[in-house]
């Protein structure tokens, strides 16, 4: 198997990367944390899944990416192989998206599908694969460390061995499924065995053959008894069929017997019956006697023609007429009763309404009699009143009569003297006013004389024709001093004139109110006299109405009372009339009377004739039944004579002796021997059961017998195919053992070459053991760092040989791929290593590929790629350089 081609998106620290895969080695080279492993995963990862992975599916996807896809292509066996996978994270979570391997016969598809399905290619699962072809990265301590039945475990998984012990197991199971079933087998067989040992001892025919005779005998019994009974019911039906026949004779007589007493008795009732019916058949004529008595009265009484229903109705018709006609009268005159009645009322009614008016009216006529009187008294008053007026308005103009004006005039009067008045004021004051300046200048003027000065004009003056001056001051003050007081008595006058005007002019004014009094009292006194006169009248005409009225009313009432005896007449009239009908109801009473005794009368006539009748039927029945009787006892006499007593005792008695064996017989004897006879059937049935159950038991044992011996030869065989297993197992893991350890020496020899260690063993159980050139024995644990990465390497080698050599016809074997092998080495040790990887291509290891930065390893490979990553994407590439030849390498260095 080779790898031929990968290509991954997404995947670790790969954003898109493809390389072609060729044979021979290929050396994939570059700085740490560049992508060499990744890409080793990624063919893994593509081979296996998630199975391959030490975490989970999240981790191959390039972190912050959505998905990774990797696709690898294989050749195999000759086919042609691409296994793609898909893995998308969808939420947190990573998932298979597309898992698809093709191949020469078609497709799988599922992650699950196609890793069985590649694990059965390869004939190895993920661990295997692991441990056989592909060296991780610092695992050199695995397999060293390994318990020996790891590594067995291991190893033969690898070698298949394990198919072995699977079938070993198989046989194993197999074989112990048989023993248990032989042995369950053994034990049924035994139990047979004793079962049947246990029914012979009981020697069935013998009991059989006694069971059968003592059969035999019951049934000759039960036979025997069964006549008897039979013979004995015989004998009792006969007994009983006497008895029955005198039974029912006797049954016959009673009832003939009891037929004569029935017939005796009926004839002795139906004849008291006839007795009672010929006393009533008189009683009912003694009846119909008094009735035509009673009848004749009666109609000889009402004086009707005939004592029949015709005569009756023609009466009856007589008295509907003259009851109509009494009708008619009577309804007029109740008619007639009422319209008086009815007249009378309405007068009285009127008469009493006409009073009414007349007490009204008077009652009017009486308040304007009052009204009159007091409008007369108020007259009265008014006319003193007025007289009173009069006198005092004939005084003022008395007053009038020396006064210097007319009644009327005083008020000009008074204007007058007011005006005099005023103007004498006036002149009064201006009068003073003048007399008091000519007495100041009086005054100065004296002054200025009595101090020599001119008085007028104040000039010094010697004597005097100034003194003239002041003497017409003092005649001036004189005048005016008498102008003065005549003055004031003129005013004194003008005052008492003034006064006497003002008091005339108040006279005036008093008269002029009397007057309008005077017009006022004059008016009521019209009015009153007026109300007085129109009162008195109209008084007088009320009462002469009243008096009218009250002479109607009278008249009214005098016609109410007549009209009122004249109903009272009427009413009599009909009293009468309904006395003459009530007298029409009696005769009428009378007729029905007549009537009912009639009926009753044509009554009894038919009941008597009925119970005539009856008798008569009762003595043609009696004469019947008197017959019957007759033939009865004929009959009674015939069967008393065939009634035989003493023939009814002995059928008693041997019926009751028949009875008695027949019980005895039936519920014991039979009985009992017929259970005696189920008994011993059931007994042979029994008998002859364990009979068949013998020969059914000894079939069994033949066929177990049978089976147990087939069981047992195969339970040979199986042990045998099962230690045979075993052994082979065993064989072959001693010859892979040899075949290993062989290998490992030589693989060791080459990449160690050192004398240090003689030989490594590997045991029989997988331990394995290096020893020293002395001979001592030491652990691989023991040894050191580098020797152990080359033992680890040596180990791994030689299984791959071993597999190689081994199964590579069948299933050839995926690359050998070794993942930073240099690690622990030295130099020397490196091209040791080359060594071996030659050494295994020489084996004919078809493709080899190697993670390494060592220039040794690069120097030897076929194939160099380098893998590189982008220190600012983060991003890693692959590229394929040209193989390096050593030219190459040595112009590098
Ligand atoms: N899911 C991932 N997404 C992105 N980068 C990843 C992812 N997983 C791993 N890496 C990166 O890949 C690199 C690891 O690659 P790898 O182990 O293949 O390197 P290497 O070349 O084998 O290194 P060394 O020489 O040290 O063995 C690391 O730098 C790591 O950061
Ligand atoms: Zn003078």
Not at 192 to 219: C, F, G, M, W, Y
Not at 391 to 406: G, M, N, R
Not at 648 to 660: G, I, L, M, N
Request: charge should be negative; hydrophobic fraction near 35%; aromatic fraction near 2%.
């Amino acid at each position: 198997m080779r790898f031929t081609h990968i290509s991954i998106q997404n995947f670790k620290p790969y954003e898109d990367a493809e390389l072609d895969l060729r044979d021979g080695v290929t050396v994939i080279h570059g700085v740490n944390g560049s992508g060499k492993s990744s890409l080793l995963e990624a063919c893994f990862f593509a081979l296996y899944g998630s199975k391959a992975l030490a975490g989970t599916l999240d981790d191959v996807v390039t972190a912050g990416a959505d998905d990774a896809e990797i696709s690898l292509e294989f050749v195999h066996d000759g086919g042609q192989y691409r296994i793609d996978r898909r893995i998308r994270i969808s939420g947190d979570r990573a998932t298979t998206a597309k898992c698809v391997l093709e191949g020469p016969d078609g497709s799988v598809e599922g992650a699950r599908d196609v890793r069985r399905h590649v694990g059965s290619l390869l004939r190895m699962d993920a661990e295997a694969f692991v441990n056989c072809a592909y060296v991780q990265q610092g695992e050199v301590n695995k397999l060293i460390n390994a318990t020996p039945t790891q590594r067995q475990d291991m190893i033969d998984d690898l070698l298949q061995l394990g198919k072995l012990e699977q079938y070993r197991e198989r046989a194993g199971n197999a074989r112990l499924g048989v023993e248990d079933v032989l042995t369950s087998k053994r034990s049924v067989l035994e139990d047979i065995e004793s079962q049947i040992t246990a029914k012979e001892d009981e020697d069935l025919h013998a009991r059989l053959n006694a069971l059968e005779s003592e059969l035999a005998d019951v049934d000759e019994k039960i036979e025997n008894y069964e006549a008897q009974r039979d013979k004995a019911k015989q004998a009792r039906d006969a007994a009983q069929s006497t008895l029955d026949e005198h039974a029912e004779k006797r049954e016959r007589l009673a009832e003939v017997e009891s037929a004569i007493d029935d017939l005796k008795s009926k004839v002795a009732a139906d004849e008291s019956e006839r007795d009672k019916l010929t006393t009533r058949i008189r009683e009912l004529g003694d009846d119909i006697d008094d009735l035509d008595r009673t009848i004749e009265d009666a109609v000889e009484e009402m004086d009707l023609a005939d004592a029949n229903v015709d005569a009756i109705a023609s009466r009856r018709e007589a008295l509907d007429d003259r009851e109509a006609a009494i009708r008619d009268e009577l309804s007029e005159a109740r008619t007639r009763a009422q319209g008086l009645s009815a007249q009378a009322e309405r007068l009285e009614e009127r008469a009493d309404e006409l009073e009414a008016r007349a007490a009204e009216k008077r009652e009017a006529a009486d308040a304007d009699e009052q009204t009159a009187e007091k409008a007369a008294s108020e007259l009265e008053s008014v006319r003193e009143t007025r007289a009173d007026i009069e006198s005092s308005l004939e005084t003022i103009e008395v007053s009038f009569a020396d006064a210097p004006v007319e009644l009327g005039d005083a008020a000009a009067l008074l204007d007058e003297r007011r005006g005099d008045r005023s103007a004498v004021r006036e002149r009064l004051a201006e009068t003073e006013t003048e007399l008091k300046n000519a007495r100041e200048r009086l005054a100065e003027a004296e002054e200025l004389r009595d101090a020599g000065k001119c008085p007028e004009c104040g000039q010094p003056v010697d004597g005097s024709p100034h003194v003239d001056a002041i003497s017409e001051h003092e005649d001036a003050i004189a005048s005016l001093e008498a102008e003065r007081d005549t003055l004031e008595s003129d005013l004194e006058a003008l005052e008492s004139a003034v006064e006497k005007a003002e008091a005339l002019v108040d006279a005036e004014s008093r008269a002029d109110s009397h007057a309008d009094r005077l017009e006022l009292a004059d008016e009521r006194i019209a009015d009153h006299e007026e109300t007085v006169e129109t009162r008195r009248e109209a008084a007088e005409t009320k009462r002469n109405e009243a008096e009218a009225l009250e002479t109607e009313a009278a008249e009214k009432r005098e016609a109410a009372t007549t009209q009122a005896e004249r109903a009272a007449e009427v009413r009599e009239t009909v009293e009468t009339l309904e006395a003459d009908l009530d007298a029409l109801d009696a005769r009428r009473e009378q007729l029905r009377r007549v009537e009912s005794l009639l009926d009753e009368r044509s009554d009894a006539v038919d009941a008597r004739e009925r119970l005539r009748e009856k008798r008569e039927t009762l003595a043609d029945v009696n004469r019947e039944r008197r017959e019957h009787l007759k033939e009865r006892q004929n009959r009674r006499d015939e069967l008393r004579e065939t009634v035989d007593e003493a023939a009814v005792e002995q059928a008693k008695s041997s019926k009751e002796k028949a009875e008695t064996y027949l019980q005895r017989v039936e519920s014991e004897v039979l009985p009992d021997l017929r259970e005696q006879r189920d008994d011993l059937q059931s007994q042979i049935g029994g008998v002859n059961a364990d009979l068949e159950r013998l020969d059914e038991l000894r079939e069994r044992r033949a066929g177990l017998a049978e089976r147990v011996d087939a069981l047992e030869s195969l339970h040979d065989e199986v042990s045998t195919l099962e230690s045979t297993y075993g052994d082979l197992r065993a064989e072959l893991r001693q010859r892979n053992v040899e075949v290993l350890e062989r290998m490992l020496n030589e693989t060791f020899d080459l990449v160690y070459g050192n004398d240090a260690y003689s030989r490594i063993r590997l045991d029989g159980e997988y331990g394995l053991t290096v020893f020293q050139k002395d001979g001592t024995a030491l652990e691989p644990e023991q040894l050191s760092g580098g020797e152990r990465a080359l033992f680890n390497l040596s180990l791994r080698c030689a299984i791959y040989r071993l597999l190689a050599e081994g199964i590579d016809g069948a299933a050839p074997l995926p690359p050998l791929i070794l993942d930073e092998p240099t690690v622990f080495l030295d130099t020397g040790h490196v091209s040791r290593l080359v060594d071996l990887v030659e050494d295994m291509q020489n084996r004919g290891v078809k493709q080899i590929l190697i993670v390494s930065h060592d220039d040794e390893l690069v120097g030897a490979a076929d194939d160099l790629v380098r893998v590189e990553k982008n220190p600012t994407t983060n991003r890693s590439t692959v590229e394929r350089t040209d193989a390096p030849t050593l030219e190459n390498a040595l112009a590098d260095d």
